[in-house]
């Protein structure tokens, strides 16, 4: 479903698209070229529109524009969805804790760095500088 509405985005005046479970099945590079064919859809050629992604991989993560958490619970015995933007370093520990720790050094370079990569690659095929990603401060 992806790869036909990448390839038909271009001709669909839809201005804001969802797109649920894209990263089922898959993994590693293979979600960073997701996220990669995700921006171009949102960017477009015809002027840009809304993406709207929901994912549990942090390489797709990276490439979004802006990133919200979602988080479940139940208060008082209600169910409850907590809705928070992450940017900054907050965004950098919400993929780190994607990759499986926010709190392991490792996992912070490698969210750094997949925030760094998705940025370049977005200004390359757009033109238009992204914001850099800030490294974690320790």
Avoid: N, W
């Avoid at 720790?101 to 912070?108: E, K, P, R, V």
Wanted: aromatic fraction near 2%; charge should be neutral.
């Amino acid at each position: 479903m992806l790869a036909l509405k990448v390839v038909l985005a271009e001709h669909d005046a839809v201005p804001t698209l969802v797109f649920d479970e894209v990263d089922q099945g898959i993994g590693g590079e293979v979600g960073g070229r997701v996220g990669e064919a995700l921006a171009a859809v949102a960017r477009g050629s015809t002027g840009g529109r809304q993406a709207l992604v929901i994912t549990h991989l942090p390489q797709i993560a990276a490439y979004a524009d802006h990133q919200v958490v979602v988080a479940k619970a139940a208060k008082g015995g209600v169910a409850t969805s907590d809705v928070l933007v992450a940017a900054g370093e907050a965004r950098i520990r919400e993929l780190a804790r994607m990759l499986g720790d926010a709190d392991m050094d490792t996992a912070l370079r490698h969210a750094a760095e997949l925030l760094r990569t998705a940025s370049e690659t977005s200004e390359t095929r757009s033109g238009t500088p992204s914001r850099p990603a800030r490294p974690p401060r320790r």
